[in-house]
């Protein structure tokens, strides 16, 4: 798969593959037309679903000059442990780090506590004889001869993927482009990846778990990406296929072919970066992006206008995490989704993370499944309308639901089915409170100060519930919420991001020496973008740094202002960090001195984005022909008349009191009593949230 430019088509398409379902976005650039499609997603022949959801929307592949992807085939892979059979090479001595770990002991009362797991067994790390050293001096020479010898044993093996690690590679890795080099020209079916391919920062561990993830998914990653530009061009597509990496940025499919662990985040990044378009459009500047699928439910932050992005994130969890150590959205997820499985497990009971998927999906769905779900629950207490899901293309069935609910949840604990159902929202609704948690109150940050942009097919019908849990007061529902993350990745650009680990005290500093690292990164990231298939519109280059006080060990990162760097400022970075420091952990030492850790950097090329139109406006009561018949909800401890909506018959200025319901294509948003809804000038839904009182969302111009 070569770079190929972009054809004459009109259209972009975006398909973001969730546990669920498949949505695809298709966005014509002569007409500014939007048109949807969503299909139940085909884990056994991922492509298909995104087939049928293309044909869905209308549209077929000739007529495209862009597609956009983002899928959660990278990080199942790495938490189902379904990867390939993969090696690792390391330097002498240092076999073991990759198990030792942090030697982290988060529940240290737990007798029956277990460490993180290696995704590459013990026997199959290989000790190399190199070494070089931390200021990236040769002590010991790699022998080609011995990778040669090594690359023979993996083959007789069965080792489909190599991970390379060697130590200080960050500071001169010429070792591991060497070795990397004799595998492949020796094995030329063998993935290989080498650390300093992902990662230029120093400390081991990490950058030793973050290549062994990139080789254990790689395989299947690039088969999979592999099969649908196959599928795509044998379709008649002759344009560009641009992959959604976990920053929200986009890159070439050819290079998520071999950096694959960068787009572990792939879909919900993009629904971030439709939350920051959003607020961009309203001027709100703060916001949680909220979305809730049929597996999962994440949140993101948008802070002062921008989506915010971490150096390292664990993946599985803090207690068994394994750590990767490259540029993501800072993204919390918790296992609640609208196909999370209910179980009454020792008397009590519990919500997910097992979830029922789309194969056999919800007991309501009729596909095979039988264990109760959260969609189930939804159904039987009447936020659902059976007739209507997916705006009727799929008949749900009630009875399924009440049964599963009876059997599995009722009969085990001695509830009715409406007190099974409502047990099971209830549960969930405070699981997905700790996503926003994690990404608020864990952060430093109010979460009272935030907007909830609740989207995924699940999020509008329980936004406000969860919004409640914690506080929160205003929550917004965009446009087609249930392919919301799709609608984002049009909205992405081409984004590269670099780190070189640069220890340095503030004061002795060089602003040359400073300036020349940066520069160094920022011309590879100019240079990939100038090789890309697409040509964005202008390039834009920030700048941080990772830094601490002298003597810490864990440092936190700081957007550097590029005007610091032309006044040769230090006491402007030196502010920025303590401002920094005292926001993440409540405090600061401003008379003290800090030290810089690393450099970052990132080169975006800003795309075309898709005009977003205002709605006609309308009257503050909806018109008739939105209004739908009344149905008894379970909301506020009890069955309730409750008015229903549709949602495409809405204008702007329209304003709803709950108990309600609006429905659309592929959601559902539930307003309970006491809740206030207004229709924007773009369609979306503003709902000011009951219960208390709470801080006024308050608008202003677009900066």
Not at 186 to 198: C, D, G, R
Not at 413 to 421: F, N
Request: net charge neutral.
């Amino acid at each position: 798969m070569g770079q190929r430019r972009s054809a004459p088509g009109r259209l972009r398409l975006a398909a973001d593959i969730g546990g669920t379902f498949t949505d695809i976005a298709v966005f014509d650039e002569k007409s500014g037309q939007l048109t949807f499609g969503k299909a139940l997603s085909t884990p056994a022949h991922l492509v298909e679903g995104i087939a049928a959801g293309v044909a869905k929307a209308g549209s077929d592949y000739r007529s495209a000059a862009l597609f956009l992807h983002g899928s959660t085939i990278a990080i199942n892979t790495m938490l189902e442990r379904t990867g390939s059979r993969t090696a690792l090479l390391i330097t002498e001595g240092f076999r073991d780090i990759y198990e030792i770990g942090r030697i982290n002991r988060p529940d240290a009362y737990n007798l029956f506590f277990q460490k993180h797991e290696p995704l590459i067994e013990r026997a199959l790390r290989f000790e190399v004889r190199e070494r070089t050293l931390a200021d990236g001096e040769i002590e010991t020479p790699l022998d080609d001869a011995e990778i040669a010898a090594l690359g023979n044993k993996l083959e007789e093996l069965g080792i489909e993927a190599v991970a390379i690690l060697f130590l200080n590679c960050y500071a001169n890795a010429d070792h591991e482009r060497r070795a990397k080099a004799i595998l492949e020209n020796n094995h030329p079916k063998l993935f290989v990846s080498a650390s300093h391919e992902l990662s230029q920062e120093y400390r081991e561990f990490e950058r030793c778990s973050t290549v062994a993830a990139n080789a254990y998914i790689g395989p299947k990653v690039r088969r999979y990406i592999g099969e649908i530009d196959c599928h795509m061009r044998a379709a008649g597509f002759a344009g560009s296929f641009l992959v959604v990496q976990s920053t929200g940025g986009l890159y070439e499919a050819a290079q998520a072919q071999s950096q694959c662990v960068r787009m572990l985040e792939s879909g919900p990044a993009a629904g971030v970066i439709g939350t920051q378009a959003l607020c961009r459009m309203r001027g709100i500047d703060n916001a949680i992006a909220f979305d809730m699928g049929g597996t999962t439910a994440k949140a993101g932050v948008i802070y002062r206008g921008e989506a915010l992005t971490t150096g390292t994130a664990l993946i599985g969890g803090y207690e068994k995490a394994l750590p990767v150590q490259i540029a993501m959205m800072d993204i919390f997820e918790v296992g609640t989704g609208g196909g999370s499985i209910a179980r009454a497990v020792d008397g009590a009971l519990r919500v997910g993370p097992q979830s029922a998927g789309a194969a056999p999906g919800p007991a309501c769905y009729g596909l095979g499944g039988s264990e109760p779900t959260v969609t189930d629950a939804n159904l039987v207490l009447g936020r659902l309308d059976a007739e209507r899901f997916l705006g009727g293309e799929m008949k749900l069935d009630a009875a399924a639901a009440e049964r599963a609910l009876s059997r599995h949840i009722g009969a085990p604990l001695g509830l009715s089915v409406v007190e099974a159902a409502d047990g099971i929202l209830r549960i969930a609704a405070t699981a997905m409170s700790y996503a926003v948690k994690g990404v608020t109150t864990e952060r430093g940050f109010d979460a009272g100060d935030f907007v909830l942009v609740a989207y995924g097919g699940a999020g509008p019908l329980h936004a406000v519930e969860v919004a409640r849990e914690i506080g929160m007061r205003n929550v917004i529902v965009p446009f087609a919420p249930g392919m919301f993350s799709a609608f984002g990745m049009l909205f992405a650009d081409l984004r590269y991001d670099y780190v070189r680990t640069w220890f340095t005290p503030l004061d002795d500093a060089s602003f040359g020496d400073i300036e020349a690292v940066y520069r160094a990164l920022e011309s590879q990231g100019r240079d990939a973008i100038a090789g890309a298939s697409v040509k964005p519109q202008r390039i834009v280059v920030k700048r941080a740094a990772d830094m601490r006080y002298v003597g810490q060990e864990h440092a936190v990162t700081v957007d550097l202002p590029m005007t610091v760097f032309g006044r040769g400022d230090r006491k402007a970075i030196k502010r920025q960090f303590d401002a920094m420091h005292a926001r993440r952990y409540g405090t600061s030492a401003p008379a003290e001195p800090a030290e810089i850790v690393s450099l970052r950097s990132t080169v975006t090329g800003l795309m075309r984005k898709p005009p977003q139109r205002k709605m006609a406006r309308g009257q503050k009561t909806p018109p008739a022909t939105a209004c739908g018949a009344t149905r008894k909800v379970f909301c506020g401890g009890r069955f309730r008349l409750t008015s229903t909506f549709w949602r495409p018959a809405l204008f702007a200025g329209n304003q709803i009191e709950g108990p309600a319901l609006i429905e659309e294509y592929a959601s559902t948003t539930l307003l309970l009593p006491g809740d206030t809804l207004e229709v924007d000038a773009y369609g979306n839904l503003a709902i000011r949230v009951g219960g208390g009182e709470g801080k006024r969302l308050t608008y202003h111009q677009s900066r």
